[in-house]
């Protein structure tokens, strides 16, 4: 029961701790949203991407140079344990399974996300390599303007994905879907950035007792629901941000060691199942993958599968990558 992972109550209020212990319980959070959307479809999970959009930024923040350098070594780190992935379980299956002919073309597509015939979720890869390099000039210009900066960043790339989405067969384009996704996906980095930046977080004093986590868990719930609704994901530079600050402080109230070490776990191994539980839908490799776990029923038990393959798959995989850094 709930009552039991909370503290006795404390008079006064607390800051809410934002550090990377709750970085990692978010991206917990979002990779079970994210496994939970693909297997379910309910639109209220996708939520999932902006979460980890929000701590793209978020992170960015952190960095000790915010330079071109910085930017190439995050997008080389993601890139190698991408391509690891796709080279050594998807390209294979798919070929061997999936009836995959590889061209130059297709392949050089694939690796970068822009065509997603060998990893259905790949599209984050071109994503984060934008916003390496984006968040150069735009965490410049909501350091210098501050509040001003982050609504001209907001407005721009705003303006821009609704001039894409206004192109007859943009979609059809992978140049332009590209593109779109970035832009699209940009304000709630910036804001993630921002609140970073101007320690927001070290702002916002709760009580911790009962009350301020029922209240919380509302506010989270609330903005869950509401990012189901039609056309919410304009608003996800408020929706997001209202829904992470309530899950920070929720569980800045709430000690359950089982709950938080399980989530950071998840959300320490969330890149790599991001990319891993693909293989479950992706066409040409869900042939050999899919019947393992299909035949399980109820949906809820299914979901469970796929994650928790997905995290051993990580888990295993992580070990493998480091191992190969330590020998090369």
């Not at 407005?155 to 001039?163: C, D, E, L």
Request: with cysteine.
């Amino acid at each position: 029961m709930i009552h039991k992972c909370l503290p006795p109550p404390i008079s006064g209020a607390h800051k809410i701790e934002f550090g990377p212990d709750k970085s990692r319980i978010l991206r917990g959070i979002a990779i079970i949203f994210m496994i939970t959307l693909h297997n379910d479809t309910l639109p209220e999970f996708k939520i999932c991407v902006p979460i980890f959009t929000f701590l793209v930024g978020y992170g960015y923040s952190f960095a000790r140079s915010k330079d071109i350098v910085h930017g190439l070594k995050r997008i080389w780190n993601l890139l190698s344990h991408f391509w690891l992935i796709l080279f050594a379980l998807f390209l294979p299956t798919a070929i061997w399974f999936g009836g995959y002919k590889p061209s130059i073309t297709d392949m050089l597509a694939n690796m970068f996300g822009l065509e997603s015939n060998l990893n259905w979720y790949s599209w984050y890869v071109y994503f984060y390599i934008y916003a390496m390099i984006a968040m150069i000039a735009f965490s410049r210009l909501i350091d210098r303007y501050r509040i001003t900066g982050l609504i001209s960043a907001i407005v721009v790339t705003s303006t821009a994905s609704i001039a894409i989405h206004s192109i007859n067969g943009w979609s059809a384009n992978l140049w332009l879907q590209a593109i779109y996704d970035c832009l699209l996906c940009s304000p709630v980095m910036f804001v993630g950035y921002a609140f970073a930046h101007f320690k927001i977080a070290d702002k916002i004093k709760i009580p911790h007792n009962p009350a301020t986590a029922a209240a919380l868990a509302l506010v989270a719930a609330l903005m869950f629901f509401l990012r189901g609704v039609t056309y919410a994901s304009l608003f996800d530079f408020i929706i997001v941000p209202v829904f992470v600050m309530s899950t920070v402080g929720l569980f800045n109230i709430i000690k359950s060691p089982f709950v938080t070490k399980t989530l950071e776990a998840l959300g320490k191994e969330s890149m790599n199942m991001w990319f891993f539980h693909a293989i479950f839908a992706t066409a040409c490799t869900a042939a050999a993958f899919a019947p393992l776990v299909d035949w399980i029923q109820p949906k809820f038990i299914h979901i469970m599968a796929v994650i928790i393959i997905s995290f051993l798959a990580s888990r295993i995989f992580t070990a493998t990558y480091s191992l190969l850094v330590e020998n090369r």
